[in-house]
Structure formats: structure tokens, C-alpha cells
């Protein structure tokens, strides 16, 4: 049940990008690539265990991320993405004030999510201060990746995997050592982090039907 | 007296997120702010303060500055260009309480269980509340505009528009998300007492709202 679910939300993932992204074209690579942020941002904070590995969800919509800078940088050149990483940074620095301002808040007596929100949010402050400084250093290797495999070459599907091969390593390891740093022991930290890096392998190559549909959209014009 | 405080900074955050993601990003600034705050609403209107004894869902000021949006691009763009945030903040809403309850049906690893088994219990059956937040934000945000443009071609004042919107189109979008996600649940004493105490908070926060929509309309 749990796998069936985990492939419903890679499925979710790509449809949402692709349906914003019909509806509203450049702009809603954009916006899809917003929504999908905040998503990565939230399900950062749980731990599965599916495929028999400890796996951080956050794989899941990260992966989302890098396929649409990738068709972004593809399709419409490399002048955007100053405006992209910046638009990212601040949607993730207003998600963290707001989760810490809702932290903060004294809750209900009678209510139990307030409870279950202090075990998540506050347990996990890590991840509310390290989340966006990862992410934007993330974007910006993915980007500066990006432009140098697509230059030497020109065929995506093999850039994608690679970038990801490369920087998804680095990225699920630091995140993991980092949010877990007191939580966790590092083993532990690491061990997360590699199981996360190896079932985003498998998600990169669904998700890649995304960017051949995409792609091929502009050859048929 | 700390709840209080707490509102005011999430108000702040919203209204200087809005003057920052307009000037930086015009149009798309605001719809790139109905996306994070809709989404940040789905999260906060799960939590419930204690105000007078009765128990209140937060998100005040995240869910009325996504109206106050909606009368900046009327403002600034008219009618036309609402739709696109509308069905930005449907889909918003729809994707992110999809990903959120499946996410809580997966099996929770042993590592940081604690955590793991709270973040379930937050995003678990939730559909009133999700479902109440939908019908309230999306109707409040499209009758608002309509009652903004109409109020705007009588008289040109930011404040007049404004004001009167949000004090018409709060008591709609209370009653809605009240009833949607509490009736049966709360005593009918409670729920009448939810709905104005969240109408006062949500109609002054709108009415502040008045001040980034007035420093925004000046900006080209």
C-alpha cells in the first residue's frame, strides 16, 4: 500500500507541473515550480520507510524541482534564472517565519494537532533554519550543472540523470547530516541520506517522461 | 496577550511579503504570494488558539491578506486578470491537501518516530477543513473583487473600496469555513461566538490591508 501511495505522489507530482504548465505555458513552469517548493519544504519533515528503506518524502517533489529548471533552462535559456532562485529563496524564507511564528502561538487546551504540530515543527527546527540555505545552494549547482552538461551535451535525458547523480548525493547527504545533526546519530544521518539518494534515482527516470513530453511539445510546433 | 502579538507578526509577514513580491515581480508577484500563503493557510488553519474560552482555528491574517491579493490585481488589472488566481489558489489548495493526506498514509520509519507519527496526525482526516477552506477562500476572493470593482467605479478611493469589501465579503467567508468545518462539532453558542470573534480579528488585519494596497497602487 505504502508504494502504491509513494508512486501516486511522483504521478502527482508530474501532473501538477504539467497541467499548470499547459494552462498558463511559461508562467506556469513558474508557479508549479513555487508549489512544488512549498511541497518539498513540508514533506522534508517526515521520515518513510518504504521499498524497505528509511527515506526522507522530500525526494519526491526535489526531484519535481530540478526537471523543471531543467525544461526552464532547456526551453527558454539561462536569462531567468536569477529571477527563479530568488523567487525560491523567498517563498522558503516566508514559509519559515510563518512556521515559526505558528510555533510560537499558545494553543488550545483541548486541542491535539497544536501537540503533534510542537513534535513536528519544533522537534525539527533544523530544518527550518537549514531548509532554504540547502535548497538555494542545491538550485544554484543544479543550475551551473545544467549549463555546463548542456553544453558538451545536448541530449537532457542524459543531462538530468547526471546532474542528479552528481548533486542529489551531495544535496540528501548534507540535508540528513544537517536537519538530524542532534536528533539522529550520524550514522543514522548518512544512512538516510544514501537511501534517499538511491530511490531518487528511479524517481529522476519517471519523472523524465515529464521533460520528454515537454520538450517534444516545442519540436511538434 | 502573546496571541495577540503573534497575529500582528504574521500580519506583518504577509502585508511586507505582498509590497516585496509586487514590486519585485509585479502580477506574478501576487500570484506567486496567493500560492505561498494559500498553501501556508492549509497548514495553519489546522491549529486552534483559546480566545474567551472558545476554541478558534488561526490563519487570520494569511487567509484574509490571499483576499486583500485579490483586491490589489482588481485594483491594479481589473476583473480579468482575478481568474488566473483563482484557479491558481484552487489548485493550490487541491494539490497540497492531496500530497499532504496521502503523505500521512505512509508508513512512518523508526528513525525520529516521534516526529514522524506527529506529522501524520496533523495532515490525517482533515478534509472538513480543507474542504472549508476551498469554498471560503475562492468565493470570499472572487465576491470581494466583484464587490471591489463595482465599489471602484462609483468612487476611486482605495479606502472606500477596500474597507468595504472586506467587511461585507469577511462575514461571508466566516460563516462559510465555521460552518463548513465546525458545525455538529462545536455548541451552537461556541460557533456563533468562533465566527465573531474571527470576523473582528480578520476585518481589522483587512483593513490594514488597505495601507500596501494604497503604497502598491502608486507603483507602476
Known sequence: MEELIFIILILL????????????????????????????????????????????????????????????????????????????????????????????FTPAITETISINMQATFEHNYKIIIFYPLITLLSELSIIKLSQILLSINKNILICVLLTYIITGLIYTLIFCILSYISTLTLYNSIFIGISTYIIGIPITLINLILVQSIINKKVKR | MRNLILIFAEMIICYISLIILYKKYKT???????IIFTFISCIMSLKKIDIMNVDIPIGFATTTSI?????????????????????????????????????????????????????????????????????????????SSKIYYSLKKLQNQVLFCNVFSIIIVELFENLLFVLIAYLFEYKIVNLILCIVIRYMIKTIIGTIGTIPIAILKKVN
Do not use: H, W
Open chain 1, 13 to 104: 507530482t508530474i501532473l501538477t507541473t504539467f497541467c499548470i504548465y499547459k494552462i498558463l505555458d511559461k508562467r506556469g513552469l513558474y508557479f508549479s515550480l513555487v508549489i512544488i517548493n512549498l511541497l518539498s519544504y513540508i514533506l522534508s519533515f517526515k521520515i518513510a520507510y518504504v521499498f524497505k528503506m528509511n527515506i526522507n518524502l522530500n525526494i519526491i517533489p526535489l526531484i519535481g524541482i530540478m526537471i523543471i529548471l531543467y525544461i526552464i533552462n532547456a526551453k527558454y535559456g539561462s536569462k531567468e534564472n536569477k529571477n527563479i532562485i530568488i523567487i525560491l529563496l523567498i517563498t522558503n524564507i516566508i514559509t519559515s517565519c510563518s512556521l515559526a511564528v505558528l510555533n510560537f
Open chain 2, 28 to 34: 506574478d508577484g501576487i500570484y506567486v504570494y496567493g
Open chain 2, 67 to 143: 483576499i486583500v491579493g485579490g483586491n490589489l490585481i482588481t485594483q491594479k488589472r481589473g476583473l480579468d486578470e482575478l481568474k488566473t488566481y483563482i484557479i491558481l489558489i484552487l489548485l493550490t489548495v487541491l494539490i497540497s491537501s492531496c500530497f499532504l493526506n496521502l503523505s500521512g498514509l505512509i508508513e512512518v520509519s523508526k528513525y525520529n518516530e516521534i516526529a514522524n507519527k506527529s506529522f501524520d496526525n496533523i495532515f490525517k482526516y482533515n478534509l472538513r477543513v480543507y474542504i472549508a477552506l476551498i469554498v471560503s477562500l475562492i468565493g470570499s476572493c472572487f465576491i
